[in-house]
Structure formats: C-alpha cells, structure tokens
Nanobody, 129 residues
Framework: QVQPVESGGGLVEAGGSLRLSCAPS????????IAWFRQAPGKEREFVGA????????YYTDSVKGRFTISRDNTQTTVYLQMNRLKPEDTAVYYC??????????????????????WGQGTQVTVSS
C-alpha cells in the first residue's frame, strides 16, 4: 500500500509558477500510475494530469496543456507537477492519487477518479488576479 503526500502549494500571482510534489509514504511509486486532480470550491474534483508507471507517459487535461508538466524522478520516490503561467481559474485544492500500473492504459483510463485507490490530503493552490 502506498500513501501519497502532497506539498508545495501556496499563493501566487497570475502568470507565476509553482511546483507541487507528491511523495509516497510507505513505499516507492514504482509500478504505480500517479495522477493529479484538483477541486475548486463548489465544483467537482477534476483530472489535471497523470504519468504512467510504465514508460513514464504523461497525460493532461486540455486546460493545462502547454502550461503544466508532470515528471517523476529517477528513483521513483517523487512525482512533480510544474505549473507555469498560472491563472486565477487554476485556484483549487490539488490532490495526488496513485493506482497500480497496468499495461492497458489510455487518456480515458488515467483521467477516471474511480481508478485511483490511494489519495493524498491535498494542497491548496491560490492564484491571485
């Protein structure tokens, strides 16, 4: 079992950058697909992006493509979400989630909340205008 722990949230002006980190408590992230979701006040939790455990393929929702980048370090201990050119609409609590990886994967599969068994507590990102 792996427990994701997020860090790196904060307050930033529009156009600025933040980097979120997701580290596993209990074991490494090897063999796990890792995703980032976010939830703004009064809204459903939505998919932001994911990185596969096999091959390190990254997936993104359209609204963050070209601005956000997901990566994982070589030791499989940390996954990062680099967020550039932030907008006020990016304001949300950001959650890291983990699911045991599969050889059958697609953008539809990785973006499904129900796929992920392990969730972090979330970290707040606030973008001021």
């Amino acid at each position: 079992q792996v427990q994701p722990v997020e860090s790196g949230g904060g307050l930033v002006e529009a156009g600025g950058s933040l980097r979120l980190s997701c580290a596993p408590s209990g074991r490494t992230f090897s063999s796990y697909d890792i995703a980032w979701f976010r939830q703004a006040p009064g809204k459903e939790r939505e998919f932001v992006g994911a990185i596969s455990g096999i091959g390190g393929v990254a997936y993104y929702t359209d609204s963050v493509k070209g601005r956000f980048t997901i990566s994982r370090d070589n030791t499989q201990t940390t996954v990062y979400l680099q967020m550039n050119r932030l907008k006020p609409e990016d304001t949300a609590v950001y959650y890291c989630a983990a699911a045991f990886t599969s050889s059958v994967i697609s953008s539809v599969i990785v973006s499904s909340r129900s796929r992920y068994d392990y969730w972090g507590q979330g970290t707040q990102v606030t973008v001021s205008s």
